[in-house]
């Protein structure tokens, strides 16, 4: 009886000796997923923290040198020498100064020895500017100038005086942009129709009769057409250059005159200034705004000063529609192949080898699929389209219209790219489907397809979901093979816009991961680009985050619906 009682005892004993030999594999397994998240948490975190605080407005120091030498600008970095370099170069510190100015001083940045500062400040007045060409600017202002008229002197009262008169300029300046870029763009559109349509007129008569009588009679209307439009642009653009020369005279002659640190004055046009602050005067509610009109200008403006200023807007279209676009096309082939593989083609080794070559194509490199994309898609594909379809314009233009690089190939490439992600996740959702349910169908009546329709593939789509979902995670982020079929470093049309027919899937578009690349490796400022490549890189990542939750939403509305059948 004691000997009964003294067994569960003995049988926990052991149980916690096994325990206890388990618990070094425990804590291995549990440190590795800890480490695992601390650098993935760290890395976003650190990618977020330099991403967001670009924009932050920081203050502006005036540094006085021993030797007489004056420089303003923002602190970027500092750095303490170590003692052995200390010893050997005399240095104990030093700091990186964005001084920009680069018309006068011919630099960007400068590092100061501290041992070589006789002080530093922050005056009042100190003004940052951001110009369209040029770069930043650094200053005191002195005068506000409306050509030979001096509208205010002195610092208060000449900043008073641009933030009354800047806004409206501004303004202007952006309406002659709107008129130049769509309305002229709008009638040299109409312009190239009618002319491609004489030309496609000649190549018919070319295939035609002779003698043809349609012929002649279908190149005299192209032609006449074509005398119509030219006559009705000519008359429009007669009008557009009105508006905008008077839009012009209005902004003539505005100007804001800078005095630099070392005493140097410049003159810089109101219309080329797209902001200004003095952050050493602004308050917290000053800043937020500051911080939030360069956001907004980030976001939805175009790019410039060689991609390192400005704004985005281009590559975030041009992102969201070819990952998008890219889904669209991957997700019915995936499925489709999938679905033959696991529910149609018989076990054997034929369908063993397309299995093994699907999971190798997983690991191709992607330029691999770039190249291929490049001979395939655009000069095979495309070319045959250009001769079938847009002869008029290999003629008229001398270049292909889907013979190059476009949104359309780009997205296929890309969806070939992770046909093989989404074909083992589709076939992994379909094996989990009990086959109690199919022969439960069958028994029921239904046919094959009817099962797959109705028992099948509803209760498959959350894992379709997920190797949708991945698929886009790393579709959006690819660079190399995007460099070959459509990628491009400046390309402000959108490739969907008001135009008819909206979506152009010919055009070379942007990109942000391949701006990364340009702004970090291809910019002339490479310091002050530095900052712009966290920026972008926290965009991309928020991109993706916002397309993933977004499917990720919809695969859990898929669960629930189907949560009463899941096994």
């Not at 012929?215 to 009105?242: C, F, K, M, P, Y």
Request: hydrophobic share 45%.
């Amino acid at each position: 009886m004691n000997s009964d009682r003294q067994r569960p005892r003995r049988m926990r004993s052991s149980y916690s000796s096994l325990t206890a030999h388990g618990e070094p594999w425990v804590w291995l397994t549990g440190g590795a997923l800890a480490l695992a998240i601390m650098m993935i948490t760290g890395l976003l975190a650190f990618i977020a923290i330099r991403g967001a605080s670009t924009f932050w407005p920081v203050p502006l120091e005036l540094v006085e040198l021993a030797d007489g030498r004056r420089a303003l600008g923002e602190v970027s970095e500092k750095e303490e020498a170590e003692a052995a370099t200390a010893a050997v170069t005399g240095r104990s510190a030093r700091r990186l100064v964005r001084t920009a100015n680069f018309e006068v001083s011919g630099k960007h940045y400068e590092w100061f020895d501290d041992a070589a500062i006789a002080e530093v400040s922050r005056p009042e007045w100190a003004t940052a500017l951001e110009r369209l060409e040029g770069g930043r600017f650094h200053g005191f202002p002195v005068r506000l100038l409306h050509g030979d008229e001096v509208i205010a002197v002195g610092p208060e009262e000449t900043w008073k005086a641009f933030e009354r008169e800047h806004p409206a300029v501004r303004r202007r300046w952006r309406e002659v942009m709107r008129i130049d870029r769509h309305d002229r763009g709008r009638l040299q559109r109409d312009l190239r129709a009618a002319r491609l349509a004489v030309v496609q007129a000649g190549l018919d008569a070319g295939t035609a009769a002779a003698n043809s009588a349609s012929v002649s009679a279908a190149q005299a209307a192209a032609a006449a057409t074509e005398q119509e439009v030219i006559a009705r642009v000519n008359g429009r653009s007669a009008e557009l250059d009105a508006q905008t020369a008077a839009l012009r005279r209005q902004n003539e002659g505005w100007g804001l005159e800078v005095e630099t640190a070392d005493g140097i004055k410049k003159i810089l046009p109101l219309e080329g200034i797209v902001r200004a602050w003095q952050p050493n005067r602004l308050s917290t509610a000053g800043k937020l705004g500051v911080y939030a009109g360069r956001w907004q200008e980030f976001l939805t403006d175009d790019p410039r000063e060689a991609n390192s200023a400005g704004g985005v807007f281009p590559a975030i279209w041009g992102t969201v529609s070819m990952t998008l676009i890219m889904a669209l096309l991957v997700a019915p082939f995936g499925v489709l192949a999938a679905l033959y593989l696991r529910e149609y083609a018989s076990r054997g080794p034929v369908t063993t080898a397309v299995r093994i070559a699907i999971n190798n194509l997983a690991g191709v490199p992607s330029i691999v699929y770039g190249a291929f994309g490049l001979g395939f898609f655009c000069y095979a594909l495309g070319g045959s389209i250009d001769e079938l379809f847009f002869r008029a314009s290999l003629v008229a233009d001398k270049q292909p219209t889907f013979g190059t690089g476009g949104l359309l190939w780009a997205s296929l490439t890309l969806a070939l790219l992770t046909l093989p992600v989404v074909i083992v996740a589709t076939e992994e959702a379909l094996s989990a489907v009990p086959n109690s349910m199919r022969e439960g169908s069958y028994a029921c009546g239904a046919g094959k397809w009817q099962t797959i329709r109705r028992i099948v593939l509803p209760r498959a789509l959350p894992g379709i979901m997920t190797g949708l979902i991945l698929a886009m995670a790393r579709g959006a982020g690819e660079v190399a093979p995007l460099m070959l079929v459509g990628v491009k470093k400046l390309a402000l049309d959108l490739p969907i816009d008001g135009t008819f027919p909206f979506v152009h899937p010919e055009r070379e578009f942007m990109h942000l991961a391949y701006l990364i690349y340009d702004v970090g490796f291809q910019s002339p400022n490479s310091q002050a680009a530095k900052p712009m490549v966290f920026t972008i890189t926290f965009l991309l990542v928020a991109i993706i985050a916002l397309l993933n939750v977004a499917a990720i939403w919809l695969r859990s509305r898929l669960k629930r619906r189907y949560v009463s059948q899941q096994f």
